[in-house]
């Protein structure tokens, strides 16, 4: 049985009696502990595909399999369990509560998670730890770089040990240098961690870091 397996995956929209096609037929596997990039133009469909992997938007025709069971067919109770317990979500802003220190954005996510024990401060400092930056632990938005609340972003969703992160332009608005920063934090949380990671990416170089590299293009994936 494959990890995570996409099938025949399409997802239409209609606006205004027109109607227009996000994804395209789309079949993919991801092993266990793969770090994928997919890249394309804005518009292309990277964000309506991990999307509907991570269960926020349901897919016209087709199927997403996590470990055999089709995450299409869950009611709202369990597909929010898959959200919270399988996935991890990372967008292109870091999207911290101002008015909660580094720490408090990143137990945010047990909240949403009763049905396990809440994780205490302790585990939200030690993942700012191991992204680096745990002396921040008491600092609050406003007093951090945007590497540094990118960093506070990773913690973020890592908090409930997901199997999958869903990188949406994590790097979109860094410099070069913090950029690079940030992508060999993924490449350590993945080989170390074994966290699948799904990497959405206008950006060729940074989609080479990745182990398998794919180009998106009107709704279709394409090998680079």
Do not use: W
């Not at 945007?146 to 908090?159: E, F, K």
């Not at 950029?179 to 993945?190: D, G, H, Q, R, V």
């Amino acid at each position: 049985m494959s990890f995570l397996h996409i099938e025949n995956l399409t997802k239409t929209y209609t606006v205004h009696d027109t109607s227009f096609v996000g994804v395209d037929n789309i079949s993919l596997t991801i092993n266990k502990g793969e770090f994928l990039s997919i890249v394309g133009h804005s518009g292309s469909g990277k964000t309506t595909l991990i999307s509907i992997i991570g269960g926020i938007l349901k897919p016209t025709t087709g199927r997403v399999l996590l470990e055999g069971t089709d995450i299409c067919t869950l009611d709202d109770n369990r597909l929010s369990e898959y959200r919270v317990n399988r996935i991890g979500f990372m967008f292109q802003f870091a999207s911290l509560l101002p008015i909660l220190t580094a720490k408090e954005n990143v137990l945010l996510p047990g909240i949403f998670n009763p049905g396990k024990n809440m994780p205490d401060e302790k585990a939200a400092v030690d993942l700012l730890e191991m992204v680096g930056i745990g002396e921040k632990a008491d600092s609050y938005p406003s007093q951090l770089s945007g590497g540094q609340q990118r960093r506070v972003a990773i913690a973020r969703a890592l908090l409930n040990k997901p199997d999958i992160i869903l990188a949406d332009e994590p790097t979109g608005d860094l410099d070069e240098e913090t950029e690079a920063e940030i992508m060999n934090l993924f490449e350590k949380i993945n080989q170390k961690h074994g966290v699948t990671i799904i990497l959405i990416t206008h950006n060729l170089n940074l989609a080479g870091k990745a182990q398998k590299k794919l180009r998106m293009s009107k709704g279709r994936l394409v090998d680079i």
